[in-house]
């Protein structure tokens, strides 16, 4: 079966450091692979979006970035990291298709910039 | 651009009461699939329709899309305090099957 891994959990960071947030996929090939952010109490900010290695769409002009190194790895960062970047980040993976196919989202990691 | 727009908000219902979230899209969907958040977690994978003015039921929960495909609804009869959560619609976009337009959700609490 197929499992998505996020990590960390959590994450404090001071205002201008470096981030890095990983996220794996196993049990699947070629995977569609999401980022999100979730402010608090809030909807889903679709971040970035990569249909193969190396290839990813960026959808609101940001601090941030994605790369895509391998298949199954899609990994979020910034180099300085701004009060506004705070937020609950989901990765998401779903299958290729010719349709939309469901998403199944990682557990998240909430960020706090102090 | 493409937008969802789901109402409403909050609801506050007393267990048993019935509960329905609205999502509607300024152009026509591909499909339209339904999430549901638990407080901390992540959102998880409900249902997705596919065809207009297309009917399914889980259990409670009842889901319909609409015949020109721009909105959608999620009616819970009979509410459970485990039902507590926020409901997202996702829409599919016509021309770009790899992309999804969240709705804001609706935060469902319920008082036992």
């Known amino acids: 079966s197929q499992t998505i891994h996020q990590w960390p959990a959590t994450l404090v960071q001071p205002v201008g450091s470096p981030l890095s947030l990983e996220c794996t996929v196993e049990g699947t090939s070629n995977p569609n692979l999401y980022w999100y952010r979730q402010a608090a109490g809030r909807g889903l900010q679709l971040l970035f979006y990569?249909?193969?290695?190396?290839?990813i769409s960026s959808e609101v002009p940001q601090n941030l970035s994605a790369s895509r190194p391998q298949d199954r790895q899609f990994i979020l960062s910034s180099k300085k990291l701004l009060l506004s970047d705070s937020g609950f980040y989901l990765c998401a993976w779903s299958v290729q298709g010719f349709s939309n196919q469901p998403q199944h989202f990682g557990d998240g990691t909430r960020l706090s910039i102090l | 651009g493409q937008q969802v727009m789901q109402i409403p908000q909050y609801q506050h219902v007393q267990e048993g009461e019935d509960f329905t979230t609205y999502c509607n899209s300024s152009?026509?969907?591909?499909?339209i699939q339904w999430y549901k958040q638990r407080p901390g977690g992540h959102p998880v994978f409900l249902i997705q329709l596919v065809k207009s003015g297309e009917v399914k039921k889980q259990k409670r929960l009842t889901f319909q899309f609409g015949e020109a495909k721009k909105n959608s609804s999620l009616h819970i009869t009979a509410t459970q305090t485990t039902d507590v959560g926020t409901y997202f619609c996702a829409g599919g976009g016509l021309y770009n099957f790899n992309k999804f337009y969240f709705g804001s959700g609706t935060k469902l609490n319920v008082k036992p």
């Open positions: 990569s249909v193969g290695i190396g290839q």
């Open positions: 152009t026509t969907l591909s499909n």
